[in-house]
């Protein structure tokens, strides 16, 4: 790196800083840095990527490329979102490369931070359908059906969402195991998927593994439990069986406010079920419709609230005609 330091000030003292030649050593220079992970490296190629003429030149490419995955990795994705989008409208229409991709991938990730969510799902069909064509890193593609997964069940579109879920689901049984945490979030993402596809038979079954496994490890009071038990409630509720929910909601609550975590979407989703249980019981209606109400209300004053979660849960107003 001494050299490209040396040549970069030895023309920015001789030509001045706007010079093609200093330009273009600088791109050289921060490009290197931006590889070791230097910190100079991010406000060289900044300066020298908006100084640059030379839009054509490989080596202001491959400056931009790694000045926008800097920006990125330091959540400043107002000032790499236009870089991306000029490389993205490069590369766009163009056989997939490796670099095609990588900038693919980061205006899919700039779009679900903006909440564009049909966007980046396409973006991310896009990828892996290149990646099938090529070597592509298995972690990688495994993240990206993660991704794609929940992306379309954010957008309540469940069938799309499903050979996402099971290809994780899949490659988590064959790397870590049926008991592994990540194999169990996984199965439970399927499960969520086949209850919003209608079949909630195979959904109790499925949430009832992940509950048996996950107690056994963890204990009955554990926050993915909690969390596993709220959705056999679910399924219970669905299923018509709607004083098991009641039971399962009642035991969840105490066990959340004995530890101190009574709040958040997931308290307001588990009352939500809790209500609706109420609200299909004449003798306990009184009592569960202002319940469901107000958790459905809470769910939506809280962004971090799943949009599955508010359907399901607001859902069920429609439902009982309240």
């Known amino acids: 790196m001494t050299p490209l330091r040396a040549a970069w000030a030895t023309r ?42 030379a839009r054509d030149d490989p080596l202001y490419r491959t400056a931009v490329d790694r000045l926008s995955g800097l920006l990125l990795s330091a959540g400043d994705v107002a000032a790499a979102e236009p870089l991306v989008r000029a490389a993205w409208e490069t590369h766009r229409g163009t056989p997939a490369s490796e670099e095609s991709v990588r900038v693919a991938e980061r205006l899919a990730r700039i779009e679900l931070s903006r909440g564009r969510r049909g966007e980046a799902a396409l973006l991310l069909e896009g990828v892996l359908a290149s990646a099938a064509g090529r070597a592509a890193d298995e972690a990688t593609v495994l993240e990206h059906h993660a ?32 008991d592994d945490d990540a194999t169990l979030d996984a199965l439970d993402e399927v499960a969520r998927l086949e209850l919003d596809l209608g079949r909630a038979a195979e959904a109790e079954r499925l949430f009832v593994k992940s509950l048996s496994i996950r107690e056994r490890r963890h204990g009955r009071a554990a926050p993915a439990v909690l969390a596993v038990q709220d959705e056999i409630a679910l399924v219970t509720l669905v ?46 209606r009184a009592e569960g419709e202002p319940l469901l109400r107000e958790a459905c209300l809470h769910l939506g004053d809280v962004d971090s609230a799943p949009p599955r979660v508010r359907r399901w849960a607001c859902g069920w107003l429609e439902r009982l005609g309240l």
Do not use: N
């Not at 050593?25 to 190629?45: F, I, K, S, Y």
């Not at 004995?258 to 003798?283: K, N």
């Open 12 to 53: 920015d003292a001789t030509l001045g800083p706007e010079h093609p030649d200093t330009i273009r050593a600088a791109l050289a220079l921060g490009t290197v840095e931006a590889d070791v992970g230097l910190p100079a490296a991010q406000d060289r190629l900044r300066e020298a990527v908006q100084r640059s003429p």
């Open 147 to 178: 991704t794609l997964a929940r992306i379309y069940r954010d957008l309540d579109r469940p069938a799309a969402a499903m050979p996402h879920a099971r290809f994780v689901l899949e490659s988590r049984q064959r790397s870590s195991g049926d």
């Open 239 to 284: 299923r018509g069986r709607s004083e098991e929910a009641i039971d399962r909601c009642r035991a969840t609550i105490a066990l959340r406010q004995a530890a101190g975590t009574d709040e958040g979407w997931r308290a307001a989703f588990t009352r939500s079920t809790l209500g609706a249980a109420l609200a299909t019981s004449p003798q306990h």
